[in-house]
């Protein structure tokens, strides 16, 4: 794993830039909301609960008395609302510079989203499938656009359990946790190559935050005192995919994460992925699967 070179600091200004955020309430989601803002940027605020999505975005304004903050509803356990969603950001905005798909469920018991899907498959994977779809116009219409997915080291753990995707014959919190994480960078890398392919300019980065102290872990037993002992705070875990977002050193298809032991802390550098997610052919079965569960098709000539 290379060295890291890239600090905040070394952000540049991002005025005129226009950045959506999904979970963008807490966690890495608000701690990336804070630096984009703090260089200027307009950045969308997308979550489920806007009375804590109001609070963060007082929280931003607090430090960043100018920043400019749309809060917008998006349920990603829910299509109709990512639809809902994709219209009123296409009304409000004629472009997108970067697309931080960001929010994300770990390890709850089971339950489904509002169409049927495993909550954290449809959560972590296919809601920012069918979101990313319904704004790659928007996307288009910035110049050098970015699209960056947050992935997890729990991607190396990771199978798609083609046949039981939904958790239709058995369901196990964690290997469920980790097929949401392999489909995102698997998604991120095959995205990248199908906007190459189409002639477009839009990128897609990959990110993890090693292991960060957020709310993901309140569904965990014991989450809170690993966070104590292992985690490094939001302010760091957000790093990855502020540099993939905003950094020239980044490449399009990479994926990034913290260079410390084992990727778990540390300023960000590029980070191991595993083989399966380069391999077309599993790619190409998850798009399809991706389409024809959520009914938004892209990007499939």
Avoid at 29 to 42: Q, Y
Avoid at 140 to 145: G, H, K, R, V
Avoid at 229 to 247: E, F, I, N, R, Y
């Amino acid at each position: 794993m290379g060295k890291s070179t890239w600090r905040p600091e070394m952000m540049p200004d991002l005025s005129g830039r226009t950045i959506l955020v999904t979970g963008a309430n807490s966690g890495i989601g608000l701690e990336a909301v804070k630096l984009f803002a703090d260089k200027g940027a307009e950045v969308i605020m997308a979550c489920r609960n806007l009375e804590k999505a109001d609070a963060a975005a007082a929280e931003v304004r607090a430090m960043v008395p100018q920043a400019r903050l749309p809060v917008m509803a998006l349920d990603l356990a829910d299509l109709a609302s990512v639809k809902a969603f994709a219209n009123a950001v296409r009304q409000r905005f004629s472009k997108l510079d970067v697309l931080l798909n960001n929010a994300g469920l770990m390890a709850p018991p089971l339950q489904r989203t509002r169409d049927g899907f495993e909550i954290q498959f449809g959560t972590n994977h296919l809601g920012h499938f069918a979101l990313t779809g319904q704004l790659l116009d928007l996307l288009e219409a910035a110049d050098a656009s970015r699209i960056v997915q947050i992935s997890s080291l729990a991607h190396r753990g990771g199978k798609l359990m083609w046949g039981n995707l939904n958790a239709e014959k058995r369901y196990s919190r964690w290997p469920f946790y980790c097929q949401s994480k392999l489909a995102n960078l698997v998604f991120a890398k095959d995205l990248q190559r199908r906007l190459q392919t189409s002639g477009s300019s839009i990128q897609v980065m990959a990110a993890h935050p090693g292991y960060s102290a957020t709310h993901l872990q309140d569904t965990v037993p014991g989450g809170g005192l690993f966070n104590k002992l292992m985690a490094q705070p939001a302010q760091m875990g957000c790093l990855p995919g502020v540099m993939a977002a905003t950094s020239d050193a980044v490449e399009a298809g990479g994926y990034y994460g913290p260079e410390g032991w084992m990727e778990l802390r540390g300023y960000p550098a590029p980070a191991y992925a595993r083989k399966i997610t380069d391999n077309e052919k599993v790619a190409q079965r998850l798009w399809e699967e991706s389409e024809r569960l959520t009914g938004v098709h892209y990007l499939n000539g």
